[in-house]
Structure formats: structure tokens, C-alpha cells
């Protein structure tokens, strides 16, 4: 059949355009219902899971309780968990501020030194794959205060990914744009301040979210090596205590309290992280499917 024959209707491009395009908008909109709906029927589902095994088995709270029985324990016990939460949470703040503090400083100086970070950098690999449960006891019998202690804990920690991801940032910066800045005579400071600390934000925020999670971990086992109780203890000494009292569903509760707290951090260094490079940078750009 010739291509020209009257009898064959001529193809239609806007047809099969909007037909691409209406499958597009179907796909994106299931993306954004299913991107909440899906974990919270995956929550539920695995909560009625929890429950039915608890009654199926008959097993006594002590060894399991069920999800109820774990959410009145929560809001029974909620000013006692509510206080050390607050306590692990300034522990976590803190050692996270030092931490950027420290690692992006420690990075800018690596990034203008070559010696600098030859001589330093190995040193921070070991404190890295250092287990922290090692190192501190070593840290509470050296030094005093209980609260210095738990913060250099979490903050070895958390240091290490700040440090490394910066690092890897200023040194990223394009060699091109690098030879224009020498040819026009930039200064240090300004190849710095314009092109490698730009260059770094990325790698900067994502070492940040990093760290956020590492920074509670980091609180949690010091707690853990710490284990003194009393009105400023935190989340981990709850936990170590209802584990001695055979206090199970309190120790359900303020576990779930640590892992909500680690949610909440890294959704919030996310949109922080989104709203620095939701304009410019490729990562967080909207791109048509």
C-alpha cells in the first residue's frame, strides 16, 4: 500500500503528544500521593503485623508489649521522656554545631594548605573508623564534666562527614573557572569566597545531613558509656533503666522518640539543603519527565 494512500489516515502528532503528556501528568501525580501514602500504609500495615503477633502468641508484655500498649506508655511517661529527650537533644545540637564548626574550618585550611591536609587529614580518618564505644570511656575518665564529655563524644562522631564532603567540595572546583581567577589575579580570598565555597555548598549539605543522624548516634552511645541518671540524663539512660526495671514498654517508647528525633533532624537539614539549592544547583532542580 503506497504511503500516499487517501485510505490510510494521516498519523496525528498532537494525539500521541497529548497522549505522553496526559500519561506524564498521571505519573506525577501518583509520585506525589504515593510518596506519603505508601510509608504510611507500610507503617500500618506493619503496626497491625506487630499486634497480630502479640495476640496470636499470647506474649507477655514484659518480653513484648503490643503498639497500644507502648502508645499509652508514651503518654503516660511522656514529662519523664519529654525531659531526656531535651537532654539528648542539646547534647545532639550541640555537637553538630561544633561539628560543622570545626569541619568546615578544618576543610578551608586543607583546601589553602596542601601540607596542612597531608599531615591532619590521616588522623581524622582514624578517630573516623575509631569505634566511639572504645574511645569513651577513655574521654569520661580524662575529662570532668559529664556534659563536655558526652558533647566530644557525639561530636567525633559527627565530624568526620562534615570534614571529608567540604574537603572534596573545595577541591571540586572547576580547573577552568580556576585558571580564569588566576589569570585575572584573583586573590586567595576571593577564589575562596567566589568560586570554591559555591563550588562546596553541595557536598557541604550533604556531609550536613550526614552528620545530623551521626550527631544523635553519637549522643545516644555516650549516654550509654556515661550511665549516670539524676534530672539531666537523656533518652539512653531511660532506655538502660527501663531495661533494669523490666520497664519494656517505656523502652519501646523512648526508642521511638530517638528515631522520630533522627527523622525530624535529617527532614529538616533537607529542606534546608533544598531551599540553598532549589535554583541554582542540579540536584534540586525540577525537571520536566
Given at each position: 500500500?503506497?504511503?500516499?494512500?487517501?485510505?490510510?489516515?494521516?498519523?496525528?502528532?498532537?494525539?500521541?503528544?497529548?497522549?505522553?503528556?496526559?500519561?506524564?501528568?498521571?505519573?506525577?501525580?501518583?509520585?506525589?500521593?504515593?510518596?506519603?501514602?505508601?510509608?504510611?500504609?507500610?507503617?500500618?500495615?506493619?503496626?497491625?503485623?506487630?499486634?497480630?503477633?502479640?495476640?496470636?502468641?499470647?506474649?507477655?508484655?514484659?518480653?513484648?508489649?503490643?503498639?497500644?500498649?507502648?502508645?499509652?506508655?508514651?503518654?503516660?511517661?511522656?514529662?519523664?521522656?519529654?525531659?531526656?529527650?531535651?537532654?539528648?537533644?542539646?547534647?545532639?545540637?550541640?555537637?553538630?554545631?561544633?561539628?560543622?564548626?570545626?569541619?568546615?574550618?578544618?576543610?578551608?585550611?586543607?583546601?589553602?594548605?596542601?601540607?596542612?591536609?597531608?599531615?591532619?587529614?590521616?588522623?581524622?580518618?582514624?578517630?573516623?573508623?575509631?569505634?566511639?564505644?572504645?574511645?569513651?570511656?577513655?574521654?569520661?575518665?580524662?575529662?570532668?564534666?559529664?556534659?563536655?564529655?558526652?558533647?566530644?563524644?557525639?561530636?567525633?562522631?559527627?565530624?568526620?562527614?562534615?570534614?571529608?564532603?567540604?574537603?572534596?567540595?573545595?577541591?571540586?572546583?572547576?580547573?577552568?573557572?580556576?585558571?580564569?581567577?588566576?589569570?585575572?589575579?584573583?586573590?586567595?580570598?576571593?577564589?575562596?569566597?567566589?568560586?570554591?565555597?559555591?563550588s562546596a555548598l553541595p557536598y557541604f549539605l550533604g556531609g550536613l545531613r550526614i552528620a545530623g543522624g551521626l550527631s544523635l548516634i553519637g549522643a545516644v552511645v555516650a549516654e550509654y558509656v556515661a550511665g549516670t541518671g539524676g534530672l539531666k540524663s537523656g533518652l539512653a539512660f531511660r532506655i538502660l533503666e527501663a531495661g533494669y526495671r523490666l520497664n519494656i514498654p517505656r523502652m519501646f517508647a523512648a526508642l521511638i522518640l530517638i528515631a522520630a528525633t533522627g527523622v525530624v533532624i535529617f527532614a529538616g537539614l533537607s529542606f534546608l539543603s533544598h531551599m540553598l539549592l532549589r535554583k541554582w544547583h542540579e540536584?534540586?532542580?525540577?525537571?520536566?519527565?
Amino acid at each position: 500500500m503506497s504511503v500516499l494512500d487517501p485510505t490510510v489516515p494521516p498519523a496525528d502528532p498532537a494525539g500521541e503528544i497529548d497522549a505522553d503528556e496526559r500519561r506524564r501528568r498521571r505519573r506525577t501525580r501518583f509520585e506525589k500521593v504515593g510518596r506519603w501514602i505508601l510509608p504510611i500504609l507500610t507503617l500500618a500495615l506493619g503496626l497491625w503485623l506487630w499486634d497480630r503477633i502479640v495476640v496470636w502468641n499470647a506474649i507477655p508484655h514484659y518480653i513484648l508489649p503490643g503498639p497500644g500498649l507502648v502508645f499509652q506508655t508514651l503518654i503516660a511517661d511522656w514529662p519523664i521522656l519529654f525531659e531526656a529527650l531535651l537532654v539528648t537533644l542539646q547534647i545532639t545540637l550541640m555537637a553538630l554545631a561544633v561539628a560543622v564548626l570545626g569541619g568546615v574550618g578544618l576543610a578551608v585550611l586543607f583546601s589553602q594548605s596542601r601540607w596542612m591536609e597531608m599531615s591532619f587529614y590521616p588522623y581524622a580518618v582514624i578517630l573516623q573508623v575509631t569505634p566511639i564505644v572504645a574511645i569513651a570511656p577513655l574521654i569520661f575518665i580524662y575529662v570532668e564534666s559529664r556534659l563536655a564529655g558526652l558533647l566530644l563524644c557525639a561530636w567525633l562522631v559527627a565530624f568526620f562527614p562534615v570534614l571529608s564532603n567540604t574537603t572534596l567540595g573545595l577541591n571540586s572546583a572547576d580547573h577552568n573557572l580556576r585558571d580564569l581567577f588566576r589569570i585575572y589575579g584573583a586573590t586567595r580570598w576571593q577564589k575562596l569566597r567566589f568560586l570554591q565555597l559555591p563550588s562546596a555548598l553541595p557536598y557541604f549539605l550533604g556531609g550536613l545531613r550526614i552528620a545530623g543522624g551521626l550527631s544523635l548516634i553519637g549522643a545516644v552511645v555516650a549516654e550509654y558509656v556515661a550511665g549516670t541518671g539524676g534530672l539531666k540524663s537523656g533518652l539512653a539512660f531511660r532506655i538502660l533503666e527501663a531495661g533494669y526495671r523490666l520497664n519494656i514498654p517505656r523502652m519501646f517508647a523512648a526508642l521511638i522518640l530517638i528515631a522520630a528525633t533522627g527523622v525530624v533532624i535529617f527532614a529538616g537539614l533537607s529542606f534546608l539543603s533544598h531551599m540553598l539549592l532549589r535554583k541554582w544547583h542540579e540536584s534540586a532542580l525540577k525537571r520536566e519527565a
